[in-house]
């Protein structure tokens, strides 16, 4: 099955600088990437998502690349903020509203 | 548009007791999903309905855990008998096509 590797499990940033997230993974027939936030006592949300057809989306503040090749995809914050402070998973699917497979987290620290 | 329901929000059990679990999905959404959280892990899922048949239960543990769905719509994840090894968060998910939208999930403790 697919599995999904999720790196650093912790990030500690000043706030105002970018925080990047990595992730790779296994099966080279997943075709869709979301990025779920998730902060204490409360289910994840859907930040942002990627598709296979596309190699980069942004939507203000986050962005997120993929490489189908290497089979690994990233997270991009740019001048965070102490709101942004929080657990982040990503995720893959195979594509037809199959189940998530999800890393296991990255917790963000964004210092005053 | 409101978002997907859970309740109850929090249940303590005794290992051996069971439990029920409830999910109400945001309206039209075909696929439901129930996903297990353990402490400190992402989620992991458990079983997926398209509308009230199931698609996939593979990492259904199907000794103790059952789930259904009935009328398409709302759907129950019961365990029984419980172990200490199934506290965890147990989250619900639907989904119109690709994007999947999480409720609050019921935090469960087994002593």
């Known amino acids: 099955g697919e599995n999904v590797e999720q790196h650093p499990s912790t990030l500690s940033v000043q706030e105002g600088d970018s925080a990047v997230i990595k992730c790779t993974y296994s099966d080279s027939a997943s075709n869709y990437f979301p990025w779920y936030k998730q902060e204490l006592g409360k289910g994840p949300q859907l930040i942002i998502d990627?598709?296979?057809?596309?190699g980069e989306k942004k939507d203000q503040r986050i962005a997120v690349t993929l490489n189908k090749t290497a089979k690994h995809f990233s997270l991009h914050i740019t001048e965070t903020q102490p709101e942004d402070s929080a657990v982040y998973f990503c995720?893959?699917?195979?594509?037809?509203?199959?189940?998530?497979?999800f890393g296991k987290g990255t917790h963000l620290i964004i210092q005053p | 548009e409101a978002g997907v329901a859970q309740s109850p929000r929090y249940k303590i059990i005794e290992k051996r007791q069971s439990v029920a679990f409830w999910c109400n999905p945001i309206s039209g959404h075909a696929t439901l999903y129930w996903y297990q959280q353990i402490l400190g892990q992402g989620p992991k899922l458990l079983i997926q309905?398209?509308?009230?048949?199931?698609?996939?239960d593979s990492q259904l543990p199907k000794d103790r855990f059952s789930a259904e769905r009935l009328k398409g719509v709302d759907s129950t994840l019961k365990i029984q008998p419980a172990k200490l090894e199934d506290s965890a968060v147990y989250l619900c998910?639907?989904?119109?096509?690709?994007?999947?939208?999480f409720g609050p999930g019921t935090r469960l403790t087994v002593t």
């Open positions: 309905f398209q509308n009230n048949g199931v698609v996939d």
């Open positions: 995720a893959t699917e195979m594509g037809g509203a199959d189940g998530l497979t």
């Open positions: 998910a639907s989904s119109d096509q690709y994007e999947q939208y």
């Open positions: 990627i598709r296979s057809n596309v």
